[in-house]
Each structure stands twice: as structure tokens, then as C-alpha cells.
């Protein structure tokens, strides 16, 4: 007989094993293997059946049937063309045709991807891969800016730098960036024994709520820009750190100061209004 539902960690190895699949620390493919995990993420996530959900990496599908199994809609990204094959399938075995005709399977690379079909989505869920988290992350905010909330599971490491709050010691370029498009916070963590393979790392769960980009007239490309700079060298003052992208200290220096910032601070200190700020007079006159 057929299994229903959520995946456990047989029916995980199982189709890994139909699918010849050697889970592979390149793509960061860890596959959650605990189907109460699913459901504590699925519950975090605020995910209705109103929802239409980008998933990126649904890998054998443990989580997007767990978000399934709310009513929602799911648009899954993969890249892995046998696992992006097997998926629609997995759902139909484990939850029936009606449940499979709402889920949308685009094989491709995230990080490639520019449209989705059907509807915008509304939402956010996914256990991102390791090695592209957040990269793929500040993407998904940019090109799809119709979803107002999102969880993520990410590595820990990862997940305190994308909450870090201005002048922490983990706060830098991730936290900075992802200011732009969201409030983050932390919504939980997630042991490494409820994967296969198990990771030798804690993961942690991301919560996002979009919000307004900050009041600037400067683009959101020259405020990465002036953020990529502060913080290549984080431990220079500001007016050393963006020095190469203003044509010389005291140009930076000026700017710096017209946008009400000490020059002598270092970026870890500056939120993302303070970038937006900079970058606002970088590309006027004092710039």
C-alpha cells in the first residue's frame, strides 16, 4: 500500500534511493526527514489556504506537502531536474490528484529565475540551501515583491546574521541588505537530527515581514553599493571604507557628513536609512 501524507525518513531514503540520489554538500541538499518539523514550520509560517507559496528547493518534497496540506497553492523552484520531475508525483502518491493540481513545479536555478507562472505569490517558505541562503533570499525579494511575509530555514549562522540588528557583532552585509525589503527576527531553530544527512550544524528559522524600502531618492543598486564597500573593510572608519567608490577619502568624508553621519564611524553602526543616506549624496553634487 501506497504511504500517505508527510514524509518520515523512510519514505525520504526511499525515493532517494529510486532517484539513484547522493545528497550532495555543493547544492547544501539536507532533507527534512520529521514530519513534525514540517508541520512546526508550516504552523510559523502563518501559510493559509488563501496562500499562493514560493518554495525554493522543495528537494524530495517533505515540506511542500506540509504546505499543501494547508490548501494552498505552492510554486516549488528546483534545480535538480529528477528531483523537480519526481515532485508532482510524490504529492499525488501521498495526497491525491486534487491536492497535486495545486502544486506548480518550475525546474530551474533560483538564482536564474526570473517570472513564475500563475498567480504572484503571498508568501515565502523554504529550508534554503546552505551554500546560496542568501544570495537566492535578497533575489526572491527583489524580483517578486508581492509576498508580504515569509519563513525560512537557514543555518544558524546564517540566520543570526540575517536578524542582526545595527552595531552587534554579527550584523554586516546580509543583515544590512535584507533591511532594504523586510523586518527579520528570529522564530526558532531546528536540531540537525531531523535531516538526512545529518548536518553537523543547528539551522535556524528566519521569520520576514516586508515593509517600505527606506525615503530616498537613491536606488537600491547604489545603496548595495555604498553597503558592499563599508563593509569589504569593515574595520575602516567610513570615510576610508567608501574612499574608492567616492574618488578619495575626503570626497567620501563630505558625504558623509551631509548625510549626517560621522565619517568616523564604521558601517556596523549604520542601519539601512544611514546607507540609503550616503548613497543619496554620492550620487548628487557632493558626490
Not at 508532482?88 to 501521498?94: A, N, P
Given at each position: 500500500?501506497?504511504?500517505?501524507?508527510?514524509?518520515?525518513?523512510?519514505?525520504?531514503?526511499?525515493?532517494?534511493?529510486?532517484?539513484?540520489?547522493?545528497?550532495?554538500?555543493?547544492?547544501?541538499?539536507?532533507?527534512?526527514?520529521?514530519?513534525?518539523?514540517?508541520r512546526r514550520i508550516v504552523s510559523l509560517s502563518g501559510v493559509t489556504a488563501d496562500d499562493v507559496v514560493l518554495e525554493i528547493g522543495p528537494g524530495l518534497g517533505s515540506l511542500t506537502l506540509g504546505l499543501l496540506e494547508t490548501g494552498a497553492r505552492v510554486v516549488a523552484v528546483e534545480i535538480e531536474d529528477r528531483l523537480a520531475e519526481r515532485l508532482?508525483?510524490?504529492?499525488?502518491?501521498?495526497m491525491g490528484d486534487e491536492v497535486a493540481e495545486r502544486l506548480v513545479v518550475v525546474g530551474a536555478d533560483a538564482l536564474e529565475v526570473t517570472e513564475l507562472p500563475g498567480p504572484d505569490p503571498t508568501a515565502l517558505v523554504a529550508n534554503l540551501p546552505y551554500n546560496v541562503s542568501v544570495p537566492v533570499l535578497l533575489r526572491m525579494m527583489e524580483l517578486f515583491p508581492g509576498w508580504q511575509r515569509g519563513l525560512v530555514m537557514v543555518q544558524l549562522e546564517v540566520a543570526d546574521r540575517l536578524v542582526a540588528p545595527p552595531g552587534s557583532r554579527t550584523y554586516g552585509v546580509p543583515s544590512a541588505k535584507l533591511a532594504w525589503y523586510a523586518e527579520a527576527s528570529r522564530a526558532g531553530t531546528v536540531p540537525p537530527k531531523v535531516f538526512w544527512p545529518v548536518p553537523n550544524v543547528d539551522s535556524g528559522l528566519v521569520r520576514l515581514t516586508r515593509r517600505a524600502a527606506p525615503e530616498t531618492s537613491a536606488s537600491r543598486q547604489d545603496t548595495f553599493r555604498v553597503i558592499d564597500a563599508a563593509f569589504a573593510q569593515r574595520r575602516k572608519m567610513l570615510r576610508a571604507a567608501l574612499g574608492g567608490i567616492a574618488g578619495s577619502a575626503a570626497a567620501a568624508s563630505a558625504a558623509i557628513e551631509a548625510a549626517g553621519i560621522d565619517p568616523q564611524l564604521r558601517g556596523e553602526k549604520l542601519d539601512i536609512a544611514g546607507f540609503a543616506a550616503i548613497a543619496e549624496r554620492l550620487a548628487g553634487p557632493t558626490g
Open positions: 500500500m501506497t504511504d500517505r501524507g508527510l514524509l518520515d525518513p523512510n519514505s525520504v531514503r526511499r525515493i532517494a534511493a529510486e532517484l539513484d540520489l547522493r545528497p550532495t554538500k555543493q547544492r547544501g541538499q539536507n532533507f527534512v526527514v520529521d514530519p513534525n518539523t514540517v508532482e508525483r510524490t504529492v499525488r502518491e501521498r
